[in-house]
């Protein structure tokens, strides 16, 4: 059974980025993409996606074209960077869910194979997509059924309680 | 403050200004031309109407999948009330001085000349070439 924690990561101006920690685990989902991802990466590409994100927290909001659609079967899981041509040599994925314009979870990611592949057919993100696909659809239904998970009326705030653990499952789809 | 919300101020911290530039700059046309279309009640397929193409068509330049080239953005400008992209452009005066053995034994012997935006005035005393281009064209 797997199970996921929301956890905050950075609270900018106009959007707030949470991050999640799976099965019982201390450590969250942008530690490990931070440790693998960025920590030793001398490209541009770690650097320009947190350019992105902080110019959607600081200036903008999380507008649907900073982000790329990944959804499958109707969950929406969002990319980033956005599906432009400005980032076609860019293959770093995170993986997130824009629950509003002010709040975004993120998940993982990974350096995405060459060669335009599906995310789901690549080594190395298919297992973060599929969690990222499992988890954004625990919270549309919880954010439907609004009992544990809820945004405010104006959508700036994600209340949740950081002791709970949601089950899901990871679509591989 | 946890290891997570450490490690992404590391991260933040990590970006050159150029990064943040690279990002404005990529994002700029897409919502200058949403911006727009947004005040003067335009919808894509309007603009697509305009501009002779196709909805898709437009809807991949916003998207920023289409080679946005100059001919296109040209269009999109005159589609578009106001331009979506435009340069400055300021008039830069760049004067090169003339030797004044150049000046004082050659240049009286000659008949001023005007050409392409380039004047000279040889019966000046302190002969110089004038041009004036635009300041995107200075190197």
Known sequence: MNTFAIRPLRDYPKVTFFTVALNNSEETEWEKFYDRWIRNDHSKHSREMMALIARTGTLTTALPQYFRNEAVDGTETKGMPPRSREYAGNRLRLYCKVLSPHVVVTFGGGLKTRGGIRAQDCEVVKHHFAIANGISAVLDEELEKCTQIGLSADGKTLEYNHEDWFVFKPNYK | ?139
């Open chain 2, 1 to 139: 403050m946890s290891r997570a919300e450490e490690l992404f101020k590391e991260a933040e911290a990590r970006v050159l200004p150029q990064d943040h530039e690279f990002v404005r700059l990529s994002l700029a046309v897409g919502d200058r031309i949403r911006q727009i279309m947004a005040e003067e009640g335009i919808t894509q397929k309007v603009l697509a109407e305009r501009m002779g193409k196709t909805e898709s068509e437009v809807s991949r330049w916003m998207c920023g999948l289409h080679n946005l080239t100059l001919r296109n953005i040209a269009r999109i400008n005159v589609a578009l009330p106001s331009p979506a992209m435009d340069v400055t452009t300021t008039a830069h005066v760049r004067t090169t001085e003339v030797p004044k053995s150049m000046t004082e034994n050659v240049l009286p012997f000659l008949p001023s000349w005007d050409f392409d935006g380039v004047r000279f005035d040889t019966k000046k005393t302190d002969a110089r070439i004038v041009s004036e281009t635009p300041y995107s064209n200075v190197a």
